[in-house]
């Protein structure tokens, strides 16, 4: 498109104008407008073909990664990059699955979030790292592996010299991170990443 702009979705005008301010700065010749995510975000995502989104999860009209996901059946081409307080290890995995180019958290300084948004501007995928690095410690990542592999709580536990209380602390913070519900999740999502094969 010739004229390149931004949306940024926020229910917080001050994080909207601080946010315009800093991307101003950054890419002088960007249009920028803000939404405050009402019941329209929606219809307002999908009515041009912006260069780029900024989303948050909480907002007036519900759940942002909804939202995300929505926008994937409408108009999958527009990049968003969710921008939220919540923990990255946390909400990651979950915004990249519903269709999210990225995800920040408002934790993170205004130059890491530029450099994102950059990084996503260029065509990287998500952070430019596999999601199992992005999201998971390697002792978790460890545990998913021996998971798959089809080892139990106690056969783990031995391997990795740890209590079995811990594999089960690993589990459940596995099924968190990659939003799953089950252990048959959990092995799914590993063979998907070829986590057997490394």
């Not at 926020?10 to 009402?38: A, C, N, Y």
């Not at 690095?133 to 998913?144: D, F, G, Y």
């Not at 740890?162 to 799953?180: F, G």
């Amino acid at each position: 498109m010739d004229e390149k702009q931004a949306l940024i979705v926020d229910d917080h005008p001050i994080i909207r104008g601080s946010l315009k301010q800093v991307l101003q700065q950054t890419f002088p010749s960007l249009f920028i407008r803000d939404s405050p995510g009402t019941e329209d975000v929606l219809e307002e995502i999908c009515s041009y073909p912006w260069t780029f989104v900024t989303l948050d999860i909480n907002l007036p009209s519900g759940n942002g990664l909804n939202i995300v996901r929505k926008v994937q059946g409408c108009c999958p081409q527009t990049p968003i990059v969710v921008f939220s307080l919540f923990p990255e290890d946390q909400y990651t995995f979950r915004a990249l699955r519903a269709g999210a180019a990225a995800y920040v958290s408002k934790a993170r300084s205004a130059s890491e979030l530029v450099e994102v948004i950059k990084s996503v501007l260029r065509g990287e995928k998500k952070s430019g790292e596999p999601i199992t690095q992005v999201v998971l410690s390697t002792r978790e990542i460890e545990v998913l592996r021996l998971l798959a592999k089809g080892l139990d709580r106690e056969e783990i536990a031995k391997v990795l010299g740890i209590s079995e209380k811990t594999v089960s602390t690993y589990r459940t913070r596995l099924l968190q991170k990659l939003d799953a519900r089950t252990t048959v999740d959990l092995v799914r999502y590993a063979l998907d990443e070829g986590l057997l094969e490394r």
